[in-house]
């Protein structure tokens, strides 16, 4: 598959990059941001992948979280995604903030008109990781993955929806129950339709209860004066629960005076 590269910048000894290529899951152009560093240039380096929030681009995470020079210094390759398809052309995708461009929830679309395009569940764990393996050096067996809010969510699923894939999943303020918020309710019934039973196929909180307990290191990063946390839209504290009951470990860290956006915004 043909990588366009579209700008690359040294920093800390390392480059960050940003490529195109035509997405067969996604049946679009997509983006993603590639930080290489200078272990890189003699060898295979462990893979983590980051995953954005709501609105958010390929641009947001590499532009303003900071993350490049611990990036350098344990030798990752950091990979960031775009949040959705872009210019797909349906009818309503950039209607609202919460769903549809920018908002794609990484989730595989059962309903139509989406789930010709959004499929980025499929496009995360199988078609991106395929495309960075054959064409960076990358060590597939170490591989890792993050995210904030929606993806924090996104990147909770993916773990847990594949034991032995990632590991460890770090998630910063991550929608963490998605089958019982406003923003959960609105992207699932889209993109996955009215039958709530299938919903729980992309809820952390339920996949977690029947995670088979291959080892996977599980943290949670929460701002304690998170707005979207006191108004329901977070709920850790069910997958917290849920995770006691499997007795699957878990760090949860409740940190003070941060909100939502604390992280790279």
Known sequence: MALKQISSNK???????????????????????????????T??????????GLTCTEQNFISKSGYHQAASEHGLVVIAPDTSPRGCNI?????????????????DATEHPWKTNYRMYSYVTEELPQLINANFPVDPQRMSIFGHSMGGHGALICALKNPGKY???SAFAPICNPVLCPWGKKAFSGYLGTDQSKWKAYDATHLVKSFPGSQLDILIDQGKD?????????LPDNFIAACA????????????????????Y
């Open 11 to 41: 920093c800390f000894g390392g480059l960050q990059k940003v490529f195109e290529h035509d997405s067969v899951e996604l049946n679009c152009k997509m983006k993603f941001a590639i930080y290489l560093p200078p272990k890189a240039e």
């Open 43 to 52: 060898g295979k380096c462990p893979a983590l992948y980051w995953l954005s």
């Open 245 to 264: 009951e499997k007795k699957t470990p878990v760090v949860f860290r409740l940190q003070e005076l941060l909100l939502h956006r604390y992280l790279y």
């Open 226 to 234: 998170d707005q979207f946390l006191s108004d329901g839209q977070l």
């Open 91 to 107: 009818k309503g995708e950039d209607e609202s903030w919460d769903f549809g461009t920018g908002a794609g929830f990484y989730v």
């Open 167 to 169: 590991k460890s999943v």
